[in-house]
């Protein structure tokens, strides 16, 4: 069975490496869900852009594989500049990442949610309510796809952000990866990874495909961590039981 991870959020989930700067990966047991069906990777995975590029699942797609001996499946969803207001529950893209996923249940087990998104909302009118907006949009996707026990991963903003040209409001990267943190710890079976000291395109925007290989990496890393600490606590009450009931009564 492929083992299958929903990728969402904006453009540096989807990927804007330079393909021609990317190393190369062994993708003979990656999948990739086109049109219903799973098709060998080629680059780029998530063609949301006519520029999409290489993207950080690649790498920890092949980690994975390696590690466990399974083929992987890769449910591109992300769109590059979308906001986390876009990526709420009866909106247009959460609803087609629930669909795209219950597309690809039918035909593999869904290990994972990586997520990365959030230089759409450092504006000072949005970055304040981040925490609470992502809490419920996560907590939605579980709920839809029953997806409980699965990691969550929440990817950090690089620190290049300060630097950017493009948006000075990119300054307030810091306040959403204290959201993005804070929901992690307060969450089952979610972890946040750091971008600490990953470098950037030239225009400090988007991680570059060095940067990216090692930020799959690190998500897989986290990913790990949060399986081994799932096994432990296995036998005990889940965390989220009140969560699925009181959920399940709405």
């Not at 495909?209 to 036998?235: M, P, S, T, W």
């Amino acid at each position: 069975m492929i083992h299958s991870f929903l990728l969402i959020g904006q453009s540096n989930m989807a990927g804007r490496g330079f393909i021609n700067e990317a190393k190369e990966i062994n993708t003979e047991r990656i999948k990739i869900l086109r049109n219903g069906r799973w098709q060998g990777m080629y680059r780029p995975i998530n063609g949301d852009r006519g520029y999409s590029g290489v993207s950080l699942a690649e790498s920890f797609a092949e980690k994975y594989a390696n590690d466990h001996g399974v083929d992987v499946g890769l449910i591109c969803c992300a769109d590059g500049g979308t906001s986390l207001n876009q990526w709420q529950p009866g909106g247009l893209l959460y609803d087609n990442a629930v669909y795209q996923a219950r597309l690809a249940s039918r035909t593999s087990t869904i290990a994972g949610v990586l997520w990365h998104q959030g230089e759409s909302d450092c504006a000072p009118d949005l970055y304040p309510t981040y925490e609470i907006r992502l809490d419920k949009m996560h907590r939605s996707l579980r709920k839809d796809l029953d997806l409980y026990d699965v990691p969550i991963l929440l990817g950090g903003l690089g620190d290049f952000l300060m630097e950017c040209p493009h948006d000075e409001r990119l300054k307030n990267y810091q306040q959403v990866n204290n959201a993005l943190e804070n929901v992690a710890r307060a969450s089952h079976m979610m972890g946040y990874v750091s971008a600490t000291d990953l470098g950037s395109n030239p225009d400090k925007l988007h991680f570059n495909a060095e940067a990216l290989y090692e930020f799959g990496l690190r998500y897989y890393k986290e990913f790990d961590k949060l399986r081994d600490k799932n096994k432990v606590f296995k036998d005990k009450p889940h965390p989220d039981d009140a969560l699925r009931t009181s959920m399940e009564l709405l």
